[in-house]
C-alpha cells in the first residue's frame, strides 16, 4: 500500500502502510460519518481528512471542482510507527532531485484585486469585518505524492506535515497552522494572521503594523467565540498573543485559545468547522462572499487533516499543500482581506505563500 | 435572572453569552429569525452582527412589542437597532473599525471608574444621530468622538457601540457588574 504520513508529537510523525480508507459517502453528512467512525474505531489511531465546505455543501454547490473528491474520509490504521523526521524521510523510497514544475494562477491579478477591492466595499457597508479569499495554482507533473513530499520536506517549514493517499488524489500538506489540539480535557487552537516576507527586522514590523494586528485580533475573539460555542461549562481563554513564527519563505503572527471539555470530536467540529482563520468574521457572512467570489470549490485546502485516537486528536488547518490528481498538481494560496488591506500588497503576500515554487505570473 | 440573547447571525454571540454567565441563571440565545412575540425574559440582549438596522424590521419589531418591565442591552448593532427603533440616524463610518481598540471617555458620574478604559470596536457605521431627549450619551471615543455608551431616559434600554465582550475590552468584569447594577434598578 502508498505510504500514509501525518504530524504526532513535536518532531514526531506516524507512518503506516497498513490501513483501511473509509470515505463519507456523498448523501451522508460528514458529522454522521464521523459519529460512526468514531463509535465503530474509538480506540484505534485514526487520520482524518475533511474538505473545506464541510455542512456548507449547498452554499457551494454549483461551484467548478478540481479533482473529485469525498467531503471526508479517514484511515483507519492496522499497523503504524512513530519516526522522528530524519528517520521519516530515509524511509521514502523516492530521490531529492529538482522538479520540474511551473505553476500557472487559475486567477489573473487584475481578477484577485477586484475580488479584494469588491470586499473593501462590503466591509465599508458593514457586511462583515474580514474574508479570507484564496485562489488555485496548477502545474503539470509526472511526480509522485512520495516524491513531492519528500522533496519539499525542508523547503515549507512548518510543524503539520501529510502525505495522504486518498482514493483519488494523493494530499500534500506542509502546514504551519494548528487549528484544534484536544489532549484530555483541554481544547486548544492557534490561528495564524498576519505575513510578511523574511528581511532583517521583519519580525518587529509585522509586530508593530497596527493592520496586522487587527486581523489577528478578530480572529482571537472569532475562536474564541467557536471554542465558547463547543462548551458552555467552561470560558475559553486566550493563553498566548501575537507571537512570531518564522518559516524561512515567510514569517507569521500566531494566538493560542485554549478551553476545557469533555466533548467528542464530531461535537466539537460542528461548532468550529471550517476554521475561523480561513473563513473570515463573521463566519456565516463570510462563506456567502467566499460562494460568491471564488470559482473553484476549495475542498481539501483549507479544510483539515490529522489524527485522532479515543477521544484526544491534532488538527492542521489545511493550508501550504499540494494536490497531486492524475498529472496535475494543484496548490492554493490565500489572504485575509480587512477595510485597510491594499489590494497589491494581497496579491503579493499571495505570490509570497506560494514559497519557493516556480510561478509564471498570469497579468 | 433569564436573559434572551438575540444572535443576528455573528461570530461574537458566545463571547456575549459567555460574559454574560456571572449575573444570568439562564442564557437562551436563539437567532433573529426565529423570533416570536410571545418570548419571556428580564433581560434582552441584541447582538452584534453584519449589515444594518434597516435588514433586521422584525427585531425593531420585536423590542416594541416587549414589556415595559423587560430590560433590553445591545451591543455593536444591537445598540444601532436601538437608536434606529425610536427613530435615530444610524450612518456609515470610515474608516471602518474593526479589531481595534480606543479608551473611552466617560461623561456618566456614576460610571466614571472606565473612564480612559480601553474597549473594542468592531464598526462601520454610528449612531450619528438621535434625540438627546430620548438618550442619554453616557460615554464617547477618546479618539474620534463617537457615541460609545448610550441609555434610553424613558425606557430601559441601554446599550454600547463597543464590544464589552471582547478580550481586547481592559475591564469586562466592570462593564458587567454595571450592567447588572443597572438591571437591578
Redesign the interface.
Known sequence: MKPLICFYQEDQYIYSDNYVLHSCKPDESVHDFLSSIENNFKKELKVVQINFEYSHQDLFKDKKELYPAAKAAVFVLNQHEVLPAKSLVAKIPSTITTLNLQFNTLETEQDFIKKVEKIKTD????????VNLTAPMVSDSIYTGEKIFKNFFEKFSGQYKALLPLTEYDLISFSPELFLKKQNKKLKTQPIKGSIAPTTDAGKKLIDN?KE??????I???L???L??VE?ES??K?TA?RELMKLGYIEHTYSEIEIETDKTLPEILQSTLPG?SISG?????SLHVIAELEVYKRQAYTGTIGWWKDNNFSLNICIRSFIKYKNQLYYHAGCGI???SDAHKEWDEFLLKAGSLSLKNTK | MKALLIDHDDSFTYNLQDWLKPICEEIEVINHRDLQKNLHAHLVVLSPGPKSPQDYPHVVEFIQSLSPRSAVYGVCLGMQILVHAAQGTVSPYAPALHGKKSKLIVNAPEYKILDNSFVARYHSLYCSKYDSDQFETLATSADDKIPMWLRHKQKRWMGVQFHPESFLTAQPETHLKILNDWLRT
Open positions: 466591509i465599508a457597508n458593514g457586511r462583515l469585518y474580514q497596527p494586528d487587527a486581523e489577528l485580533s478578530m482571537v475573539d472569532l474564541r467565540n467557536d465558547n460555542h458552555k470560558s475559553a486566550v498573543h475561523g468574521c463573521p463566519k456565516a457572512e480587512v477595510y485597510d
